[in-house]
C-alpha cells in the first residue's frame, strides 16, 4: 500500500447496507466512491467527509469502464442487488429474472474484472460480496434471487483460488435479515414491517461494523466469508425461530 489514501468503491451506496458500509469506510478514512443510481440520494451522501458520489447504472458496462478508468481501488464493495417479486417461480417474469441476474451476478462480475488487474499489479487488495442467507439454503418463492446469490457465493470462493498469491483477499458477506429498502418494491409496507418486528432483524450498521473488522486483519489474513444474522434468525425449515416476548 503506499502513501496515498486508499480509495474504496461501494456499489449500492444510496440506501440499506451499502450507504452503512460507505458512511463506515469514510469514518475509517478511506476514500470512498459511492456508487448508485439515485442522484438525489447521492446528493445527499456528498457531504459526507470522503464520499465521492458516482450516479451509474451498474449494467451500463461502457459507462463503468469510462468512471473507472483511472481509478486505483483497494477496496471493491460488491454490494448492489436487486429482489424480484416474491412469487413462486411459475408466476415470474422473464423480464424480472434477467433484471435479477444481471445486477446480482453479472455486473459484479464485470466490475470485478475491471478492478481485479490494478489490484494484482499493486499487490495488494479485498474484494467484498454481498451474499445471502437465500443462497445458502431453500426458501419459497426465492428460486431466482437465491440462485443469483448463491452464484455469487460460487464465483467469489473459485475467485480465490485464481487469486491465490496475488496478496488480493476476497470475503463474502453472507447476510440475514437486515432493514433495508430491498423489499420495497415487492412487498407492502405492512408485510415488510411485520417481517422486520417479528425478529430483532439486523440494522445495516451491524454489518458495516463487521465490515470493517474484517477490513482490519493483517493483510496476511483473509476472512473469505462471514455469515451474520439475527440473532433469532435460523437458516432452513422456514428460516425464523419464534421470537420471546
Ligand atoms: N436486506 C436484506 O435482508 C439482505 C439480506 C441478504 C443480502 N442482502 C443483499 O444486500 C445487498 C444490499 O441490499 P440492501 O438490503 O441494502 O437493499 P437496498 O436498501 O434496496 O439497497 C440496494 C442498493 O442497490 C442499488 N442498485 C440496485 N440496482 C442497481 C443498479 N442497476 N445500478 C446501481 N445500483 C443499483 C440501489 O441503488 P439505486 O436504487 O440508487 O440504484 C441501492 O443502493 C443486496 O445485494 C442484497 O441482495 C440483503
Not at 471493491?76 to 429474472?97: E, H, K, R, T, Y
Amino acid at each position: 500500500m503506499t502513501d496515498r489514501k486508499r480509495t474504496a468503491l461501494v456499489t449500492g451506496a444510496t440506501s440499506g447496507i451499502g450507504k452503512a458500509i460507505t458512511v463506515a469506510l469514510a469514518g475509517a478514512g478511506f476514500e470512498v466512491i459511492a456508487l448508485g443510481r439515485s442522484v438525489s440520494a447521492l446528493e445527499k451522501m456528498q457531504a459526507i467527509d470522503g464520499v465521492r458520489p458516482l450516479a451509474l447504472d451498474l449494467t451500463d458496462r461502457e459507462a463503468l469502464a469510462a468512471a473507472l478508468d483511472n481509478e486505483d481501488i483497494d477496496v471493491l464493495i460488491n454490494n448492489a442487488g436487486v429482489i424480484p417479486p416474491v412469487v413462486p417461480f411459475d408466476q415470474m417474469d422473464q423480464s424480472d429474472i434477467d433484471a435479477v441476474f444481471e445486477v446480482n451476478l453479472s455486473a459484479a462480475i464485470a466490475l470485478t474484472r475491471l478492478v481485479v488487474p490494478g489490484m494484482m499489479a499493486r499487490k495488494c487488495g479485498h474484494l467484498f460480496f454481498t451474499g445471502s442467507t437465500a443462497g445458502q439454503a431453500s426458501f419459497p418463492n426465492m428460486a431466482v434471487y437465491g440462485a443469483s446469490k448463491a452464484a455469487i457465493s460460487g464465483f467469489a470462493a473459485a475467485l480465490r483460488c485464481d487469486l491465490s498469491g496475488a496478496h488480493v483477499r476476497v470475503t463474502e458477506i453472507v447476510a440475514g435479515r437486515v432493514e433495508t429498502n430491498l423489499y420495497k418494491d415487492v412487498l407492502n409496507d405492512s408485510t415488510r414491517a411485520d417481517m422486520y418486528s417479528a425478529f430483532d432483524a439486523l440494522q445495516p450498521d451491524d454489518v458495516a461494523s463487521m465490515v470493517l473488522t474484517v477490513l482490519n486483519m493483517p493483510a496476511h489474513v483473509d476472512v473469505t466469508r462471514f455469515d451474520i444474522l439475527p440473532t433469532a434468525q435460523f437458516v432452513g425449515g422456514g428460516g425464523f425461530a419464534r421470537k420471546e416476548n
